[in-house]
Protein backbone atom coordinates (compact mmCIF):
# COMPACT_ATOMS: atom_id res chain seq x y z
CA UNK A 1 0.00 0.00 0.00
CA UNK A 2 0.94 3.52 -0.58
CA UNK A 3 2.51 3.72 3.11
CA UNK A 4 3.44 6.73 5.27
CA UNK A 5 1.22 9.68 6.34
CA UNK A 6 3.54 12.25 7.07
CA UNK A 7 6.90 12.82 8.24
CA UNK A 8 7.58 12.90 11.91
CA UNK A 9 8.90 16.51 12.49
CA UNK A 10 7.96 18.87 9.31
CA UNK A 11 9.81 21.25 8.55
CA UNK A 12 9.23 24.13 5.76
CA UNK A 13 11.50 22.31 3.50
CA UNK A 14 9.42 19.03 3.81
CA UNK A 15 6.21 20.55 3.97
CA UNK A 16 7.26 22.68 0.89
CA UNK A 17 8.18 19.44 -0.80
CA UNK A 18 5.00 17.44 0.76
CA UNK A 19 2.51 20.18 -0.94
CA UNK A 20 4.63 20.25 -4.10
CA UNK A 21 4.61 16.30 -4.36
CA UNK A 22 0.34 16.41 -3.24
CA UNK A 23 -0.10 19.14 -6.01
CA UNK A 24 1.75 16.81 -8.74
CA UNK A 25 -0.55 14.34 -7.39
CA UNK A 26 -3.66 15.91 -8.02
CA UNK A 27 -2.70 17.27 -11.35
CA UNK A 28 -2.11 13.52 -11.88
CA UNK A 29 -5.76 13.33 -11.51
CA UNK A 30 -7.57 15.30 -14.05
CA UNK A 31 -4.74 14.78 -16.62
CA UNK A 32 -6.26 13.49 -20.13
CA UNK A 33 -3.33 10.45 -19.98
CA UNK A 34 -4.70 9.07 -16.76
CA UNK A 35 -8.37 9.03 -17.82
CA UNK A 36 -7.22 7.46 -21.18
CA UNK A 37 -5.15 4.85 -19.20
CA UNK A 38 -8.32 4.04 -16.55
CA UNK A 39 -10.34 3.12 -19.76
CA UNK A 40 -7.79 0.29 -21.09
CA UNK A 41 -8.91 -3.20 -20.99
CA UNK A 42 -7.11 -5.82 -19.00
CA UNK A 43 -6.62 -9.42 -20.34
CA UNK A 44 -8.90 -12.08 -19.46
CA UNK A 45 -7.68 -15.21 -18.11
CA UNK A 46 -10.20 -18.46 -16.89
CA UNK A 47 -12.53 -15.84 -15.86
CA UNK A 48 -15.71 -17.66 -17.20
CA UNK A 49 -16.15 -20.37 -14.69
CA UNK A 50 -15.75 -18.00 -11.38
CA UNK A 51 -18.35 -15.97 -12.27
CA UNK A 52 -20.80 -18.98 -13.37
CA UNK A 53 -20.00 -20.22 -9.86
CA UNK A 54 -21.22 -16.51 -8.02
CA UNK A 55 -24.17 -16.14 -10.50
CA UNK A 56 -25.74 -19.68 -9.94
CA UNK A 57 -25.08 -19.21 -5.74
CA UNK A 58 -26.95 -15.54 -6.04
CA UNK A 59 -29.35 -17.32 -8.66
CA UNK A 60 -30.38 -20.24 -6.03
CA UNK A 61 -30.37 -17.80 -2.97
CA UNK A 62 -33.00 -15.37 -4.50
CA UNK A 63 -34.65 -18.74 -5.57
CA UNK A 64 -35.14 -19.78 -2.25
CA UNK A 65 -36.04 -16.91 -0.73
CA UNK A 66 -39.04 -16.21 -3.09
CA UNK A 67 -40.51 -20.13 -2.69
CA UNK A 68 -40.11 -19.47 0.94
CA UNK A 69 -42.21 -16.35 0.40
CA UNK A 70 -39.23 -14.02 1.86
CA UNK A 71 -38.79 -12.08 -0.37
CA UNK A 72 -37.61 -8.81 1.65
CA UNK A 73 -34.74 -11.02 2.71
CA UNK A 74 -33.54 -12.46 0.03
CA UNK A 75 -31.43 -9.73 -0.98
CA UNK A 76 -29.27 -10.08 1.90
CA UNK A 77 -29.31 -13.35 1.41
CA UNK A 78 -27.63 -12.79 -1.71
CA UNK A 79 -24.88 -10.51 0.17
CA UNK A 80 -23.96 -13.26 1.71
CA UNK A 81 -24.00 -15.67 -1.42
CA UNK A 82 -20.94 -13.07 -2.81
CA UNK A 83 -18.40 -14.80 -0.44
CA UNK A 84 -18.08 -16.94 -3.44
CA UNK A 85 -16.68 -14.16 -5.51
CA UNK A 86 -13.58 -13.77 -3.13
CA UNK A 87 -10.64 -15.64 -3.93
CA UNK A 88 -10.70 -16.75 -7.23
CA UNK A 89 -8.20 -18.86 -8.36
CA UNK A 90 -7.13 -19.97 -4.82
CA UNK A 91 -6.19 -23.65 -3.71
CA UNK A 92 -8.92 -25.21 -2.73
CA UNK A 93 -7.85 -26.10 0.53
CA UNK A 94 -7.07 -22.59 0.91
CA UNK A 95 -9.92 -21.40 -0.04
CA UNK A 96 -12.18 -23.42 1.84
CA UNK A 97 -11.01 -21.44 5.25
CA UNK A 98 -10.36 -18.21 3.67
CA UNK A 99 -14.57 -18.09 2.45
CA UNK A 100 -15.27 -19.40 5.87
CA UNK A 101 -13.61 -16.06 7.59
CA UNK A 102 -15.07 -13.74 4.68
CA UNK A 103 -18.42 -15.17 5.47
CA UNK A 104 -18.03 -15.03 8.75
CA UNK A 105 -17.46 -11.73 8.43
CA UNK A 106 -20.17 -11.03 6.41
CA UNK A 107 -22.67 -11.84 8.50
CA UNK A 108 -20.98 -9.99 11.52
CA UNK A 109 -21.36 -6.95 9.55
CA UNK A 110 -24.88 -7.91 8.62
CA UNK A 111 -25.73 -8.41 12.45
CA UNK A 112 -23.78 -5.00 13.35
CA UNK A 113 -25.81 -2.96 10.77
CA UNK A 114 -28.85 -4.43 12.24
CA UNK A 115 -27.86 -3.39 15.93
CA UNK A 116 -28.04 0.23 14.60
CA UNK A 117 -30.70 0.35 13.14
CA UNK A 118 -32.04 -1.24 15.90
CA UNK A 119 -31.26 1.05 18.31
CA UNK A 120 -32.17 3.88 15.49
CA UNK A 121 -28.47 5.52 15.43
CA UNK A 122 -28.69 8.81 13.68
CA UNK A 123 -27.41 8.90 10.31
CA UNK A 124 -24.58 11.10 11.17
CA UNK A 125 -23.75 9.32 13.84
CA UNK A 126 -23.56 5.63 11.38
CA UNK A 127 -21.30 7.29 9.17
CA UNK A 128 -18.83 7.67 11.90
CA UNK A 129 -19.64 4.31 12.77
CA UNK A 130 -19.22 2.55 9.51
CA UNK A 131 -16.55 4.62 8.64
CA UNK A 132 -14.47 2.54 11.39
CA UNK A 133 -15.92 -0.38 10.41
CA UNK A 134 -14.77 0.13 6.85
CA UNK A 135 -10.90 0.81 7.84
CA UNK A 136 -11.61 -2.78 9.91
CA UNK A 137 -12.50 -4.43 6.79
CA UNK A 138 -10.10 -3.14 5.16
CA UNK A 139 -7.29 -4.46 7.57
CA UNK A 140 -8.74 -8.00 7.68
CA UNK A 141 -9.41 -8.18 3.95
CA UNK A 142 -5.29 -6.77 3.24
CA UNK A 143 -4.32 -8.40 6.00
CA UNK A 144 -5.29 -12.31 5.27
CA UNK A 145 -4.38 -11.26 1.32
CA UNK A 146 -8.65 -12.41 0.36
CA UNK A 147 -8.75 -11.76 -3.81
CA UNK A 148 -12.51 -10.31 -4.81
CA UNK A 149 -14.92 -7.34 -4.48
CA UNK A 150 -13.37 -5.93 -1.44
CA UNK A 151 -14.34 -5.20 1.88
CA UNK A 152 -16.55 -2.72 0.25
CA UNK A 153 -19.13 -5.46 0.58
CA UNK A 154 -18.57 -5.81 3.85
CA UNK A 155 -19.60 -2.40 4.26
CA UNK A 156 -22.75 -2.31 1.70
CA UNK A 157 -23.82 -5.12 3.82
CA UNK A 158 -23.91 -3.13 7.27
CA UNK A 159 -24.98 -0.43 5.83
CA UNK A 160 -28.31 -2.17 4.25
CA UNK A 161 -29.14 -3.80 6.76
CA UNK A 162 -28.87 -0.39 9.33
CA UNK A 163 -31.53 0.99 7.03
CA UNK A 164 -33.98 -2.35 7.00
CA UNK A 165 -34.04 -3.19 10.85
CA UNK A 166 -36.02 -1.91 13.34
CA UNK A 167 -36.14 -4.78 15.68
CA UNK A 168 -34.43 -7.74 17.46
CA UNK A 169 -36.52 -10.15 15.52
CA UNK A 170 -35.30 -8.14 12.15
CA UNK A 171 -31.77 -8.34 13.12
CA UNK A 172 -32.07 -11.98 13.34
CA UNK A 173 -34.01 -12.56 9.98
CA UNK A 174 -30.85 -10.70 8.65
CA UNK A 175 -28.35 -12.86 10.19
CA UNK A 176 -30.16 -16.38 9.53
CA UNK A 177 -30.88 -15.13 5.67
CA UNK A 178 -27.25 -13.54 5.83
CA UNK A 179 -25.16 -16.86 7.06
CA UNK A 180 -27.52 -19.01 4.77
CA UNK A 181 -26.50 -17.24 1.33
CA UNK A 182 -22.79 -17.78 2.90
CA UNK A 183 -23.42 -20.88 2.80
CA UNK A 184 -24.79 -21.64 -0.71
CA UNK A 185 -22.04 -19.07 -2.00
CA UNK A 186 -19.29 -21.21 -0.20
CA UNK A 187 -20.55 -24.34 -1.38
CA UNK A 188 -20.74 -23.11 -5.01
CA UNK A 189 -16.85 -21.67 -5.01
CA UNK A 190 -16.31 -25.16 -3.18
CA UNK A 191 -17.98 -27.48 -5.61
CA UNK A 192 -15.08 -27.73 -8.47
CA UNK A 193 -13.18 -29.19 -6.09
CA UNK A 194 -14.93 -32.40 -6.72
CA UNK A 195 -14.32 -32.57 -9.71
CA UNK A 196 -11.13 -30.52 -10.18
CA UNK A 197 -8.86 -30.26 -6.77
CA UNK A 198 -5.94 -29.51 -9.34
CA UNK A 199 -7.38 -27.17 -10.94
CA UNK A 200 -5.97 -23.84 -9.35
CA UNK A 201 -2.58 -25.61 -9.30
CA UNK A 202 -2.43 -25.91 -13.31
CA UNK A 203 -3.43 -22.86 -13.95
CA UNK A 204 -1.01 -21.48 -11.68
CA UNK A 205 1.30 -23.96 -13.70
CA UNK A 206 0.18 -22.63 -17.16
CA UNK A 207 0.44 -18.66 -16.05
CA UNK A 208 3.99 -19.34 -14.86
CA UNK A 209 4.94 -21.20 -18.28
CA UNK A 210 3.13 -18.63 -20.50
CA UNK A 211 5.61 -15.40 -18.18
CA UNK A 212 8.68 -17.71 -19.37
CA UNK A 213 7.45 -18.22 -22.84
CA UNK A 214 7.20 -14.45 -22.90
CA UNK A 215 10.87 -14.02 -22.04
CA UNK A 216 11.97 -14.12 -25.98
CA UNK A 217 9.75 -11.23 -26.68
CA UNK A 218 11.07 -9.02 -24.13
CA UNK A 219 9.09 -10.31 -20.87
CA UNK A 220 10.22 -10.07 -17.62
CA UNK A 221 12.84 -12.62 -15.96
CA UNK A 222 11.75 -11.53 -12.46
CA UNK A 223 7.91 -11.96 -13.43
CA UNK A 224 8.80 -14.79 -14.71
CA UNK A 225 10.11 -16.12 -11.68
CA UNK A 226 7.79 -14.75 -9.14
CA UNK A 227 5.17 -16.45 -10.75
CA UNK A 228 7.18 -19.72 -10.70
CA UNK A 229 7.33 -19.23 -7.41
CA UNK A 230 3.41 -18.25 -6.73
CA UNK A 231 2.61 -21.67 -8.66
CA UNK A 232 5.06 -23.48 -6.23
CA UNK A 233 2.62 -22.30 -3.06
CA UNK A 234 -0.17 -23.03 -5.08
CA UNK A 235 0.56 -26.52 -5.78
CA UNK A 236 1.92 -27.07 -2.32
CA UNK A 237 -1.62 -25.85 -1.04
CA UNK A 238 -3.63 -28.37 -3.21
CA UNK A 239 -1.78 -31.22 -2.77
CA UNK A 240 -2.81 -31.62 0.88
CA UNK A 241 -4.83 -34.42 -0.44
CA UNK A 242 -3.54 -37.55 -0.84
CA UNK A 243 -5.00 -38.41 -4.39
CA UNK A 244 -3.78 -35.29 -5.51
CA UNK A 245 -0.17 -35.50 -4.38
CA UNK A 246 1.19 -37.29 -7.56
CA UNK A 247 -0.22 -34.89 -9.57
CA UNK A 248 1.58 -32.20 -7.15
CA UNK A 249 4.70 -33.93 -7.67
CA UNK A 250 4.49 -33.97 -11.16
CA UNK A 251 3.80 -30.25 -11.98
CA UNK A 252 6.48 -29.12 -9.23
CA UNK A 253 8.92 -30.60 -12.02
CA UNK A 254 7.46 -28.98 -15.19
CA UNK A 255 8.10 -25.87 -12.68
CA UNK A 256 11.94 -27.04 -12.07
CA UNK A 257 12.30 -27.05 -15.44
CA UNK A 258 10.76 -23.44 -16.04
CA UNK A 259 13.05 -22.55 -13.62
CA UNK A 260 16.11 -24.07 -15.80
CA UNK A 261 14.61 -22.37 -18.88
CA UNK A 262 14.86 -18.83 -17.15
CA UNK A 263 18.26 -19.56 -15.95
CA UNK A 264 19.53 -20.96 -19.23
CA UNK A 265 17.72 -17.34 -20.66
CA UNK A 266 18.77 -14.74 -18.00
CA UNK A 267 23.09 -16.33 -18.60
CA UNK A 268 23.17 -17.59 -21.99
CA UNK A 269 20.16 -16.38 -23.72
CA UNK A 270 19.41 -19.50 -24.60
CA UNK A 271 15.49 -20.06 -25.62
CA UNK A 272 15.27 -23.81 -26.41
CA UNK A 273 14.26 -25.10 -23.34
CA UNK A 274 11.66 -22.28 -23.12
CA UNK A 275 10.55 -23.61 -26.82
CA UNK A 276 10.63 -27.24 -25.45
CA UNK A 277 8.37 -26.43 -22.11
CA UNK A 278 5.67 -23.99 -24.05
CA UNK A 279 3.46 -26.97 -25.29
CA UNK A 280 3.10 -27.77 -21.85
CA UNK A 281 0.94 -24.59 -21.12
CA UNK A 282 -2.11 -25.58 -23.53
CA UNK A 283 -2.34 -29.35 -21.93
CA UNK A 284 -3.05 -27.53 -18.30
CA UNK A 285 -5.25 -24.79 -19.51
CA UNK A 286 -7.63 -28.05 -20.82
CA UNK A 287 -10.21 -28.86 -17.35
CA UNK A 288 -8.84 -32.38 -16.43
CA UNK A 289 -8.27 -33.61 -13.37
CA UNK A 290 -4.99 -34.43 -13.80
CA UNK A 291 -2.90 -35.33 -17.14
CA UNK A 292 0.66 -36.54 -17.09
CA UNK A 293 2.97 -34.13 -19.29
CA UNK A 294 5.73 -35.19 -21.03
CA UNK A 295 8.97 -33.74 -20.05
CA UNK A 296 12.44 -34.44 -19.42
CA UNK A 297 12.66 -34.85 -15.80
CA UNK A 298 11.13 -37.12 -13.09
CA UNK A 299 8.11 -36.09 -10.68
CA UNK A 300 9.99 -34.59 -7.41
CA UNK A 301 10.36 -37.01 -4.05
CA UNK A 302 8.24 -34.00 -1.88
CA UNK A 303 6.38 -31.22 -2.08
CA UNK A 304 6.81 -28.40 -0.18
CA UNK A 305 5.03 -27.13 3.23
CA UNK A 306 2.06 -25.19 2.36
CA UNK A 307 1.91 -21.59 3.51
CA UNK A 308 0.41 -21.75 6.87
CA UNK A 309 -2.14 -18.38 5.80
CA UNK A 310 -3.68 -17.56 9.09
CA UNK A 311 -0.46 -16.88 10.67
CA UNK A 312 0.58 -14.67 7.63
CA UNK A 313 -2.26 -12.72 7.88
CA UNK A 314 -2.15 -11.95 11.25
CA UNK A 315 1.37 -10.75 10.87
CA UNK A 316 0.36 -8.63 8.10
CA UNK A 317 -2.69 -7.76 9.71
CA UNK A 318 -1.12 -5.13 11.47
CA UNK A 319 1.59 -3.73 8.98
CA UNK A 320 2.62 -0.09 8.80
CA UNK A 321 1.32 -0.04 4.90
CA UNK A 322 -2.36 -1.34 6.16
CA UNK A 323 -2.99 0.22 9.39
CA UNK A 324 -2.27 3.54 7.33
CA UNK A 325 -4.48 2.77 4.77
CA UNK A 326 -7.02 1.91 6.48
CA UNK A 327 -6.60 5.21 8.53
CA UNK A 328 -7.21 7.02 5.16
CA UNK A 329 -10.36 4.99 4.27
CA UNK A 330 -12.04 6.09 8.04
CA UNK A 331 -10.79 9.55 6.92
CA UNK A 332 -12.38 9.65 3.25
CA UNK A 333 -14.99 7.78 4.20
CA UNK A 334 -16.25 9.69 6.88
CA UNK A 335 -16.04 12.81 5.78
CA UNK A 336 -17.16 11.85 2.05
CA UNK A 337 -20.59 10.53 4.19
CA UNK A 338 -20.86 13.67 6.23
CA UNK A 339 -20.26 16.17 3.39
CA UNK A 340 -23.39 14.31 1.37
CA UNK A 341 -25.44 13.97 4.62
CA UNK A 342 -25.24 18.38 4.92
CA UNK A 343 -26.01 18.64 1.18
CA UNK A 344 -28.86 16.68 1.76
CA UNK A 345 -28.29 13.75 0.00
CA UNK A 346 -30.64 10.63 0.39
CA UNK A 347 -28.24 8.46 0.65
CA UNK A 348 -24.73 10.07 2.60
CA UNK A 349 -23.48 6.08 3.24
CA UNK A 350 -23.09 5.75 -0.48
CA UNK A 351 -20.53 8.32 -0.67
CA UNK A 352 -18.62 7.06 1.64
CA UNK A 353 -18.59 3.34 0.06
CA UNK A 354 -18.01 5.17 -2.99
CA UNK A 355 -14.45 7.15 -1.08
CA UNK A 356 -13.65 3.36 0.27
CA UNK A 357 -13.80 1.58 -3.35
CA UNK A 358 -11.59 4.41 -4.62
CA UNK A 359 -8.67 4.32 -1.38
CA UNK A 360 -8.77 -0.02 -2.45
CA UNK A 361 -5.68 0.78 -4.94
CA UNK A 362 -2.09 -0.49 -4.20
CA UNK A 363 -0.83 2.76 -4.77
CA UNK A 364 -2.18 6.05 -5.52
CA UNK A 365 -2.27 5.72 -9.23
CA UNK A 366 -4.49 2.52 -8.53
CA UNK A 367 -6.63 5.18 -6.77
CA UNK A 368 -7.23 7.36 -8.84
CA UNK A 369 -7.78 4.76 -11.65
CA UNK A 370 -10.45 2.98 -9.52
CA UNK A 371 -12.19 6.27 -8.55
CA UNK A 372 -12.36 7.19 -12.47
CA UNK A 373 -13.64 3.72 -13.15
CA UNK A 374 -16.23 3.79 -10.74
CA UNK A 375 -17.24 7.34 -11.19
CA UNK A 376 -17.82 6.22 -15.10
CA UNK A 377 -18.46 3.02 -14.54
CA UNK A 378 -21.85 4.71 -12.00
CA UNK A 379 -23.20 6.68 -14.70
CA UNK A 380 -23.57 3.99 -16.92
CA UNK A 381 -25.03 1.71 -14.42
CA UNK A 382 -27.67 4.32 -13.46
CA UNK A 383 -28.90 4.51 -16.61
CA UNK A 384 -29.56 0.96 -16.82
CA UNK A 385 -30.78 1.06 -13.07
CA UNK A 386 -33.14 4.10 -13.50
CA UNK A 387 -34.80 1.49 -16.96
CA UNK A 388 -34.88 -1.15 -14.48
CA UNK A 389 -36.34 0.64 -12.01
CA UNK A 390 -39.24 2.37 -14.42
CA UNK A 391 -40.03 -1.18 -15.66
CA UNK A 392 -41.49 -2.11 -12.18
CA UNK A 393 -39.96 -5.48 -12.41
CA UNK A 394 -41.53 -8.11 -10.52
CA UNK A 395 -40.14 -10.02 -8.11
CA UNK A 396 -38.77 -12.47 -10.06
CA UNK A 397 -38.16 -10.52 -13.48
CA UNK A 398 -35.50 -8.50 -10.60
CA UNK A 399 -34.23 -12.00 -9.68
CA UNK A 400 -33.07 -12.50 -13.64
CA UNK A 401 -31.84 -8.96 -13.53
CA UNK A 402 -30.02 -9.67 -10.52
CA UNK A 403 -28.17 -12.96 -11.45
CA UNK A 404 -27.52 -11.68 -15.15
CA UNK A 405 -26.09 -8.56 -13.96
CA UNK A 406 -24.25 -9.93 -11.07
CA UNK A 407 -22.38 -12.20 -13.26
CA UNK A 408 -21.73 -10.11 -15.89
CA UNK A 409 -20.14 -8.12 -13.13
CA UNK A 410 -17.56 -11.04 -12.19
CA UNK A 411 -17.22 -11.43 -16.21
CA UNK A 412 -15.84 -7.58 -16.37
CA UNK A 413 -14.22 -7.63 -13.16
CA UNK A 414 -10.50 -8.99 -14.96
CA UNK A 415 -11.29 -6.61 -17.77
CA UNK A 416 -11.74 -2.99 -16.37
CA UNK A 417 -13.51 -1.75 -12.63
CA UNK A 418 -15.08 0.64 -14.57
CA UNK A 419 -17.33 -2.28 -16.90
CA UNK A 420 -17.96 -4.06 -13.42
CA UNK A 421 -19.68 -1.11 -11.88
CA UNK A 422 -21.66 -0.24 -14.89
CA UNK A 423 -23.39 -3.96 -14.12
CA UNK A 424 -22.58 -3.74 -10.04
CA UNK A 425 -24.81 -0.16 -10.04
CA UNK A 426 -27.93 -1.50 -11.00
CA UNK A 427 -27.51 -4.99 -9.58
CA UNK A 428 -27.31 -3.05 -6.21
CA UNK A 429 -30.34 -0.86 -7.07
CA UNK A 430 -32.58 -3.91 -7.87
CA UNK A 431 -31.39 -5.35 -5.12
CA UNK A 432 -32.00 -2.93 -2.54
CA UNK A 433 -35.87 -2.80 -4.43
CA UNK A 434 -36.13 -6.17 -3.42
CA UNK A 435 -36.27 -4.88 0.41
CA UNK A 436 -38.14 -1.87 -0.32
CA UNK A 437 -39.71 0.83 -2.97
CA UNK A 438 -37.14 2.53 -4.88
CA UNK A 439 -37.72 5.50 -7.27
CA UNK A 440 -35.75 6.10 -10.15
CA UNK A 441 -34.19 9.04 -8.61
CA UNK A 442 -32.27 6.88 -6.45
CA UNK A 443 -29.78 5.79 -9.60
CA UNK A 444 -29.13 9.64 -10.10
CA UNK A 445 -28.41 9.69 -6.12
CA UNK A 446 -26.39 6.83 -6.73
CA UNK A 447 -24.52 9.09 -9.10
CA UNK A 448 -24.33 12.44 -6.51
CA UNK A 449 -23.09 9.93 -3.77
CA UNK A 450 -20.08 8.52 -5.96
CA UNK A 451 -19.10 11.35 -7.11
CA UNK A 452 -18.88 13.14 -3.70
CA UNK A 453 -17.22 10.03 -2.34
CA UNK A 454 -14.58 9.49 -5.11
CA UNK A 455 -13.26 13.51 -5.27
CA UNK A 456 -12.93 13.25 -1.55
CA UNK A 457 -11.37 9.92 -1.10
CA UNK A 458 -8.45 11.43 -4.19
CA UNK A 459 -8.22 14.65 -2.29
CA UNK A 460 -7.08 12.47 0.99
CA UNK A 461 -5.07 10.27 -0.73
CA UNK A 462 -3.39 13.05 -2.78
CA UNK A 463 -2.76 15.24 0.37
CA UNK A 464 -1.55 12.24 2.54
CA UNK A 465 0.23 10.58 -0.13
CA UNK A 466 3.84 9.46 1.18
CA UNK A 467 6.63 10.86 -1.10
CA UNK A 468 7.99 7.07 -1.75
CA UNK A 469 5.13 6.61 -3.84
CA UNK A 470 5.90 7.82 -7.22
CA UNK A 471 3.51 5.67 -9.27
CA UNK A 472 1.34 8.61 -9.94
CA UNK A 473 4.43 10.53 -11.97
CA UNK A 474 3.74 10.79 -15.85
CA UNK A 475 5.75 9.07 -18.34
Not at 13 to 20: A, E, H, P
Not at 71 to 94: I, V
Not at 160 to 177: E, I, K, Q, Y
Not at 355 to 365: I, R, V
Request: hydrophobic residues 55%; proline residues 4%; glycine residues 10%.
Amino acid sequence: MYAGLVTPTPTPTTTSSRLRHSSGAIAHSVSAQTWRAAFRLGSADAGIAPAIRVGLATAVVLILGGALGHEELAGFAALGALSAAFGRYEPYPRLAGKLAIVGAALVAFIAFGAALGMFGVPVWAQIGVLSLAAGAAYCFISGFRITGPGPVILVFAATGAAGFATSFADLVRLVVAGTIGVLIGWAAAMLPALVLPMGPARLAVARALANVGKLEAGGSVPTARASIAHARTVIASSSRIKSTLGHGRELMAVLGEADAAVRLWSEHGDASLIRDIAAHEDELRKMKRSSMIEHSLEPVSELPAPENYVVAGLRHLYSRAVVMNAVRIVMASALAGWVAAGAGLEHPLWASMGAMAAMQGLNYKQTVQRGIQRLVGNVGGAIIAAALIALTLGYWQAVVAVVILQTAAELFVVKNYALTSVAVTPMALVLIGLSAPIETSAALARVADTLIGVVIGVVVAAVTISRADRNHVLR
